[in-house]
């Protein structure tokens, strides 16, 4: 445990390896760097006499002030669908909704996405708002089966063969699985066999999966198949985590939200959309974008953006999907390239530390707010080092002191799912987080220790009595 007033400072100086200061290799517009990288790209010259609808659901998987950016994100990309033509009939949204209105929110009632931005939260439809954000609605939605629903505008994706459809969820995650601000993870093969059963319905032509959360490439590593008219990129590779941007340490328009407000991946191919006419822009030109703009700078803190399914779909016209808004039909590349910049990011798992920080730090001395922000702190921060405790705790009594961290550490080569037996991953998780309490999203990245040990032939029976023996102590009270 971390004494009161010790913690603090521990944390400060730990606060200030988490921010990465990121300065862009280039941060050239795309025309030029078409013409640096040999015109590989082509210009989509794309068909806009579609015959089918355009579908999207996108999905803020959190909750939380300190998880403003992904709810940002998501409002941001219906403002996109909205103005590109896409009606709300189309357009579903899942967002717990606890932020505009939030007591920490200097702006009520309003949603920026990066400094100094406008408001993109009006008209955003609440289709799934709170309790009703979990994965079963997602499967449900997706699926187009309003009797599987709880709660909610009832809205689904209700296609038909010609249809195109967008899915984009951001939020947090970890080897396998997605958060959800309510009910159980998601898992990666439940989620790829909704996809599946929706191809097998034949009830869309081609879909467009984009994907942020820390290690949102093994979500579909091994599990997503090419022949299901789906592409896929995400945010991080299978190993890696993803990031936070435009946070309090970039700048003094974010610095009075204490919170950040975008992530990285997800502003790369929203400011992409924004500008650009999606006439003219091919998905395989905006995952390059979107791509440098993520591996950048330091590179042990950027990621990898990833491309998964049909990769031949690339070549589609973004259009098919976001349709394109009309200003943006005489858009030219800005001539002048701007300097290279510095962008701040923040791995998403400590954005909450980041936050609680900020406010801990603003509070007046002695007052109520400095000893909530504080204790919000050292609660995060003890929960933290019980989760690691525990799941290496664990590791040890099944394995063996020397060869614990060996099994629990493996990565899988890439092309394979990080586990085999979803049944067995799913028992263990759920045998760990009964005895141990629960991961939290910080300790979401244990996941893949949780699928090595059904990869290594763990039985449920072993997990029950070392989680037992390893949290008898400690009440799951997390
Ligand atoms: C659009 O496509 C439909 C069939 O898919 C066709 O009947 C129609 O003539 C096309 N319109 C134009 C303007 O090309
Ligand atoms: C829709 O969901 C209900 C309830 O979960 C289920 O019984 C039914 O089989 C589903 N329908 C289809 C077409 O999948
Ligand atoms: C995934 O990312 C990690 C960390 O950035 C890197 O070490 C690893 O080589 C990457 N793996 C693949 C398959 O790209
Ligand atoms: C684009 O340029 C054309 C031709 O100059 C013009 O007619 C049209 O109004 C312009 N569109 C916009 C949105 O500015
Ligand atoms: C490590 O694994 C090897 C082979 O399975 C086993 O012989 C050895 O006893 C284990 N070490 C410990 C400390 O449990």
Known sequence: MICSGHGAFIVLLALSCLIVPITYASKLPSQVLDFIHGGTIKNAGCNTNLSGKRWAVLVAGSKGYYNYRHQ??????????KKGGLKDENIIVFMYDDIAFNDNNPRPGVIINKPNGGDV????????????????????????NKSALTGGSGKVVNSGPNDHIFIYY??????????????????????????????????????????????????????????????ATTASNASEDSYAAYCPEDSEAVEKYDTCLGDLYSISWLEDSDKHDLRQETLQKQYEVVQRRTVVGVSDRSSHVM???????????LYYYMGTNPTN??????????????????????????????KYHKAPAGSHEKLK????????????????????HIGELLFGNG???????????????????????KMLVSTYEKYCGS???????????????????VTMKQMVAASTQTCFKIPPTY
């Open 72 to 81: 940002a994100d998501v409002c941001h990309a219906y403002q996109i669908l």
């Open 121 to 144: 939260y009006a008209g955003v439809p609440k289709d799934y708002t709170k309790d009703h954000v979990n994965a079963k609605n997602f499967y449900a939605v997706i699926l187009g």
């Open 170 to 231: 951001t939020d947090h995650g970890g080897p396998g699985v997605l958060a959800m601000p309510t009910g159980e993870y998601m898992y990666a093969n439940d989620l790829n066999n909704v996809l599946k059963k929706k191809h097998a319905a034949k009830s869309y032509k081609s879909m467009v999966f984009y994907l942020e959360a820390c290690e949102s490439g093994s979500i579909f590593e091994g599990l997503l198949p090419n022949n299901l008219n789906i592409y």
């Open 307 to 317: 491309q998964y399914g049909n990769k031949k779909q690339s070549n589609e016209c």
């Open 329 to 358: 039909e005489n858009y030219t590349f800005v001539k002048n390239p701007s300097s290279p910049s510095t962008l701040r990011v923040v791995n998403q798992r400590d954005a909450n530390l980041l936050h609680f920080w900020h």
């Open 373 to 392: 922000a504080q204790k919000e702190l050292n609660d995060e921060i003890s929960l933290r080092k019980h989760v690691d405790y525990s799941i290496n």
């Open 403 to 425: 060869n614990s961290s060996k099994v629990l550490e493996t990565v899988r080569p890439s092309g394979q799912p990080i586990v085999d037996d979803w049944n067995c991953f």
């Open 439 to 457: 991961l939290s999203k910080y300790g979401t990245q244990h996941m893949r220790a949780i699928a090595n040990m059904c990869n290594a032939g």
